[in-house]
Each structure stands twice: as C-alpha cells, then as structure tokens.
C-alpha cells in the first residue's frame, strides 16, 4: 500500500483540534479590531513576510495565528461599526458559514452532474430571486461580482442585435456597437467595453438630471445622434444605487426608450437590488420587472462574503447561444443547467450557497428590517447634521448619503483626512452633481444610533478645526 502522509490532509482527529485553535484565533482576532482604518505595515512585519521564502516548512497554526493578527489591524474594517465607506458589507454570519461548507466538499459546480445538489440549491435561489423580480421566465446564475454579470448582459445584447457577432467579433455589426450609460454609472462599463471588443469609446456617459438621475431626453438625443453616424446601439443600463449617491434612474422611461429604439435593457442593481426585500421600498424599482437583465450583488446590500454576484435574465436562451462551447473531455452538456456552457466561468465555487444560507435564515423580511435600519441610521446622520450647518444634497431612497459642510468649515478632502487620523470611522469623499461632498453608506447591520452620535460630534469638532 502506497498511502499519502501530509499537514495538506489531516484526519478528522487532527482537523478537529485545529478547527478549535482556528476559531479561537478568530474570535480573538476580531475582538482585536478597534478601527476601521489599517495601520500601517511596519518594516518589521514586511521582513517577517520575506522570510516566508516556502524552503521549509512551518507550523499552520503558527502561521494562521500570524495571519489572523495581521487582517486584525492590516486592512479596512468593514466589520466595524464605523466603516460607512462604499458598497461593502459587513458579511452575514450564514454566508461566513456558507463560505466553510463550500470548501470542506469542494462542489464543482460548472456541470449539473457533479453536484446536482449545489446547482439546484443556486437556482432555486436564482428563481426565487427572479420572482421577486417579478421576470416571468426567470434566468441566470451566480457570478463572481457585479462587473461579471454587466459584462454577460453586454455579451447577451451584442448578440441579440448581431447574431454573428460570436463567430466574426465586432466586423459583423454594420457600424460600431455603442451602449449607453449615465455618467453616473459604475464604471466597470469602460473595462467591459475594452473586455468586448467595442472599445472604451463605444460607452455614452449620458448627462444626468441634476439629481444624479439620468437624463431621459439626453439618452434619446444620443441614441439619434449615434444612428445618424452609422453607430448599431446595442444596450442601455439604468443604474439602480449609483456609486456617489445612491440614486435610481428613471427605469420606465429608460424602459420606453429602449424598446422604441429596440436595443436591450438592463438594470445595474447591483448595491439597489437588495430593495427587493422590501416591499415598499422596492417601488422605487419599478420598470426593473420589464428588464432583459438585471446585475445584483449579493455581497453588497445582501451582505454575503465577498465574491458573490447575481445576473437575472427574463431571455435565458440568449446565455446558451453566448457561452456554447463543446470540450471531449466534459460530460455531455444541457444548456441551462450546466452553467460552463451558459456562463461566463469554467469552474465554480459554490458561491449561491452564501445567499441561500441568509435568506433562509431571516427571510426576505429579515433583509427588509436590517434595509429599514440602514436607512433609518442614515436619516439619523442627515438630520444631526443638517441641524449642524450641513446640507444633504442627494435624495437617495437608500442608505447613502451625501454632505456639504457648512461654510467656513474645512474643505471635504481635509475632512476625510483628519478621520483617517482618528481611525474610528471610515468615510469617503465624493462628488455629488459637480460637488465635493463627505459620503456616508449605512449598511453594516451592527452599526446602532451612538455610532451616529459619536460621528456627528467628531464630525463638527475636525469640521470647525481649521488649524
Ligand atoms: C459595485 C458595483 C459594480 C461592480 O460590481 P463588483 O461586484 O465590484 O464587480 C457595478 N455596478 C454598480 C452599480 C456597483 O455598485
């Protein structure tokens, strides 16, 4: 008998105890952070990374006690109750867990055959989605982030509105493909547009209205404009939770002017989406239900670890007919439920596991009550602040806020200085409509009002420090 021994695979014995010293090192290594912000590497800490040189072996838990104490004061705490910076969650405890069972089995998840349990667990979880939605043929699956499942809907209306488009690229299209965005839009579109081959410059910035909307009228008179010059408009996309403001574009309008111009229409709900919780503050979402796809992440507002994407579609055909591909050596294919030949991945973590595990734990109104204390502590940020000089110029349905400081007080940029001195808090600056405003995202579900509190004081006290 030829057997294996390595620290690689330890017996369940062996895995037992350090799974304790594991969770132990964690739990202390969270009660750790105390700052939102990382301090920074010292040299000592970069020399003792260089003398991983993996010529010799070293104790796991040695090192995983040594990486553990690193995270805990290395990076920006999303974790933290301070942190109101971009779109990141502090992640649910169901998805941290989801996270362990998709690595002890390991579940490919790129053919049905391999792990029919994983694949139904995600597209039940995809179908329920879809009929939150209200999509009447649901369609999609879990992707790596919101920037993969815009890319799929750019690939899915490239070759609706040119079929050869997968045989012959971008030649096969009469004029240059454009597609159409606001200016306020994610900008991952610049990178897709690059990925696909139209060019950076196929992305129209569409003006917006003055809230940080687009601008209906200007997306009609650039989508004329453009087929006057020969250009084939393929998509436009309405963004639902711009990445400055929090806004949502007027998505029926959008909606309208797509199907007149006959080009498809997709919503980047990508922060926004998780609305769909709530039943009253999903209205905001209405025209989404008449989209051909829908990007939502579910480790933004759904909080899940990070990696964890959603692309909805109401045209799931159209994902056999972009990523159709036949290898030997892969079991034979059903499209629609062997996701490496509708899906832009190859091989797949399990990662639908993290939302189905959330969601089956709290339930659509879970979401919707941690959505209500989101928006809840943002007003509470607003308020105390405006009651202090400051002006809230955006008017976002969401947690995102976004703050002028009185005259007189510090500029934004020294504002968000001195709280990186201070470390408690985690705040960015932004620009609001051609403004530099102070930016605050409220979605970390163990942020409480006396975090609001303490933030508006340290807020008015480095604001009026001009020294
Ligand atoms: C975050 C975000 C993206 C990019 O998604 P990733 O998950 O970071 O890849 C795209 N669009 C919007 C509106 C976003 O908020």
Known sequence: MTSFQSELFPGSDDRRARNSVLEESLEAGRSHVVAAHPEVLTVDWKEHLAGF?????????????????SLSTGIVHMTHPGYMGLFNPHPTYPAECADRIAAAFNAQVCVYSHAPAAVEIEQHTIAMICARLGFS???????SGGAEANETAVLCALTRACPEYGEKGVPAFSGSPTLYVSRESHLAWLKIAHAVGIGRKAVRLVETDGAGRLDPEALESELARDRDDGCVPVLVAGTAGTTNAGMIDPLL???????????????????????????????????????????IDAHKWFATTMGAG???????RLLEEVFRVQASYM????????????????????????LFLSLATVGWDGYAKMIDHGIALSDQLAEGLEAAGWQKLNASPAAVVCLLPPPGFLP???IVERLQENRRFWLSAA??????????????????SEDIDELIHLLSSIGNDSG
């Open 53 to 69: 040189d993996f010529e010799s072996a070293r104790d796991l838990t040695d090192t995983i006690e040594w990486v553990i104490g």
């Open 137 to 143: 043929t649901p369609g999609g699956h879990f992707t």
């Open 253 to 295: 309008d959008i909606h309208s002017i797509a199907r007149s111009a006959n080009i498809w229409f997709h919503v980047d709900a990508a922060w926004a989406g998780a609305l769909i919780a709530h039943p009253e503050r999903a209205r905001v979402l209405k025209g989404i239900e008449e989209a051909d796809s829908v990007t």
């Open 310 to 316: 959603v692309f909805l579609t109401s045209q799931p």
């Open 331 to 354: 079991p034979e294919s059903t499209p629609g439920t062997d996701l490496y030949v509708s899906s832009n991945l190859w091989s797949r973590r399990f990662v639908g596991l993290r």
């Open 412 to 414: 934004v940029g020294k």
């Open 431 to 448: 620009a609001y409509e051609g403004r530099a405003v102070l930016r605050a995202c409220i979605t970390n579900g163990r942020t409480n």
